[in-house]
């Protein structure tokens, strides 16, 4: 798969201090997607064609609706609501069509039922998709400097690991652009960074609850101040 290749935000978030660069350039991305939905520059005719097609998810509806956005948003809202509300005589159509032996094992089952899937009018959202997008071409970059670029590799092993979601994803993405023993490489390089500082994390989030007994409320918190959060991250992912 050939694709779009943007080192320079990537090596940024390699350089952050953060539990995970990935959800860094996340959070920078989905920013940006936030202000270009409300930024109040005119929308292309084929973006605002997705925006009526596929509306937004509540956390990125919630996002935008702040402030003097307001308007903006609650205009996007209504022409996707009147559009969604024209597509619901087809889905329920639809469900209709589904032959009656399915409906029935809904019944007497607690098994899933293939049925009709509606997720394209209760879940769809135009800025998930381009922000999962984005987010696959920086997995690719990351893993692509790490093959190309040893300095980067350096960075990337003394770097503080990755959210387990992000962890997984370099995983199965490797793959893609590395065989061999140069993927085994790779797969050790990450494992070691990630065990080593989930236990870091794991140490600091110990001594984060051992400081709530009173013979630990003189001793320094050291690094633990802050280890809640940062374990959430780490299981987690950064919202
Ligand atoms: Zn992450
Ligand atoms: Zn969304």
């Given at each position: 798969m050939r694709q779009h290749i943007d080192t320079i935000p990537v090596w940024d978030a390699f350089k952050q201090d953060c539990e995970c660069p990935l959800c860094e350039l996340r959070a920078t991305n989905e920013d940006n997607y936030v202000h270009s939905f409300t930024g109040g520059s005119v929308m292309e005719p084929d973006v605002r064609v997705e925006v009526n097609m596929k509306g937004f998810c509540a956390r990125h509806f919630n996002l935008m609706m702040v402030g003097d956005r307001r308007l903006g948003v609650a205009l996007m809202a209504h022409t996707y609501l009147k559009q969604t509300m024209a597509r619901l005589g087809e889905a329920s159509q639809a469900v209709q069509d589904v032959p009656a032996k399915a409906k029935k094992s809904?019944?007497?089952?607690k098994k899933p039922v293939a049925g009709v899937d509606l997720s394209d009018i209760t879940d769809s959202c135009i800025l998930c998709d381009r922000l999962n997008a984005t987010m696959e071409r920086y997995i690719y970059t990351t893993v692509h400097l790490w093959k190309k670029d040893s300095s980067f590799r350096s960075q990337f092993k003394n770097s503080k690991g990755f959210c387990l979601k992000h962890y997984a994803r370099l995983l199965n993405a490797a793959p893609e652009q590395l065989n061999g023993q140069e993927l085994k490489q790779f797969n050790d390089m990450l494992n070691d960074v990630e065990m080593t500082n989930l236990k870091r994390v794991a140490d600091e989030i110990e001594w984060f609850t051992l400081k709530f007994d009173h013979k630990n409320a003189d001793k320094p918190w050291g690094n633990s101040r802050d280890a809640l959060p940062r374990t959430v991250l780490k299981l987690r992912g950064k919202e």
């Open positions: 809904l019944f007497g089952s």
